[in-house]
DNA sequence: CAGAATCCATTTTGATACTG
DNA sequence: CAGTATCAAAATGGATTCTG
């Protein structure tokens, strides 16, 4: 058994889609709120730029754990969601959480 | 609800723990050796500095992951091994393992 | 509004040399 | 051997301005 095992072990990968600074924090709005639009979710997290907000929210769209609803108009409405996948996450961070709570 | 629910939750601290380049690997091996040599978890470990992983290694102790024992003597011999609230772990990482892989 | 672009600050990690 | 100390590099995050 080597380091190998682990460049591309589930747990790695696992980790990474909630590595990140308001990873977590998203996840626990969309998980409360079901769907979210992307201003109401910036302004619930002060101190992201939306540089970055962006930037979680797309590596998490590309690893399947939300998806990207656009509603067509003027002004654009964007609005981001849980996948199945993602929400099968539920009872894992929900261990994680009672986790650190102990 | 708002983002304040965060800054203390369980989740944070529980991520904390895993969070670190090299931490999912240290408890990686630590679950499959039982107790590792310092020196033989660095070799292990091409591209960590020591620095490093001496700082991931005390951040793991510090949270009660993980525990450090020494035998005295020249030279020196530092082991490491989880603690029983690390082994708790278990089951959640292979969630999160299973999770990744899906 | 929902970002993209640019530039800067902070954090994290690595390389190397050194010590008890 | 098991670290520290110091410095450099890289990754991550933030502030600001701009655009369709």
């Known amino acids: 058994m080597d380091y190998k095992d682990f460049e ?3 747990l790695k990968k696992a980790l990474n889609m909630v590595s990140g600074k308001w990873k977590p924090m998203i ?3 969309l998980f409360h709120y ?3 639009r992307f201003n109401d979710l910036w302004r619930s997290m002060p101190k992201v730029s939306k540089k970055v907000l962006t930037e979680h929210l797309r590596q998490m769209e590309e690893q399947g754990l939300i998806k990207r609803r656009e509603v067509n108009g003027f002004p654009l409405e964007v609005y981001y969601h849980l996948s199945e996948k993602g929400r099968e996450l539920g009872p894992i961070l929900a261990a994680l959480d009672e986790f650190g709570n102990s």
């Open 34 to 36: 079901g769907e979210y």
């Open 27 to 29: 996840l626990h709005f």
């Open 8 to 10: 591309n072990c589930g």
